[in-house]
């Protein structure tokens, strides 16, 4: 089975630094996947890790530790607009699926 | 290109009532999923579709839940009967084989 933890919220304020931490034990671990979901909207996704290393797309970098079982959000320049849900969720492709298990998601909040 | 569709968007029904929902994924991807989230919980897999076979439905209540997609495309999902507890957002996504999920806005389900 897959266990997912992450915190359950976090405050940030306008134009700092955020990390997100995602820990995972896993039977099966394919990569991991960060989504943002917007309160009442669909997850989009952010990123994917299957190496370990960091991964930076723009404002938002990702990294991973297969070793620890670990992961982390980066946001950088926070906006306003990046008060969201982020959902961490790790990929298990055993038996020919492409299943994803989610975290409860991390709750952040930016404030001014 | 067009996203996830979904509807409805939102549903309101009785306890022991039934009630379906539509999915019609992004053309050309063969595989389908259908979460349910919970409020502040991250989303839970149901059913994996693979064209139109099974991958994946162990964790698919279905003793009242089901799913069906014909012809590789649109899909449903049903619950009959519904309890308190199906009160949720059921999201449907769709990939390409292993790739990344793209997420419908959801329907929206109020159990009373």
């Known amino acids: 089975g897959q266990n997912i933890d992450q915190p359950t919220e976090m405050t940030a304020t306008e134009g700092a630094i955020v990390q997100i931490n995602c820990t995972y034990q896993t039977s099966g671990f394919n990569g991991l996947f960060w989504y943002q979901q917007h309160a009442g909207e669909a997850p989009t996704f952010l990123s994917y890790?299957?190496?370990?290393g960091l991964e930076e797309k723009g404002r938002f970098s990702s990294f991973l530790s297969r070793s620890k079982g670990y992961s982390y959000l980066l946001l950088k320049e926070l906006q306003m607009k990046d008060s969201a849900s982020y959902l961490c969720a790790v990929r298990d492709l055993t038996g020919g699926g492409n299943k994803l298990t989610f975290g409860t998601g991390t709750q952040l909040k930016v404030e001014l | 290109e067009a996203g996830v569709a979904q509807s409805p968007r939102y549903k309101i029904i009785e306890k022991r009532q039934s009630v379906a929902f539509w999915c019609n994924p992004i053309?050309?991807?063969?595989?389908l999923y259908w979460y349910q989230q919970i409020l502040g919980q991250g989303p839970k897999l149901l059913i994996q579709f693979q064209n139109n076979g099974v991958v994946d439905d162990s964790q698919l209540p279905k003793d009242r839940f089901s799913a069906e997609r014909l012809k590789g495309v649109d899909s449903t999902l049903k619950i009959q009967p519904a309890k308190l507890e199906d009160s949720a957002v059921y999201l449907c996504a769709s990939s390409l084989v292993s790739y990344e999920q793209y997420f419908g806005p959801g329907t929206r389900l109020t159990v009373t």
């Open positions: 053309s050309g991807h063969a595989t």
């Open positions: 890790n299957v190496l370990d």
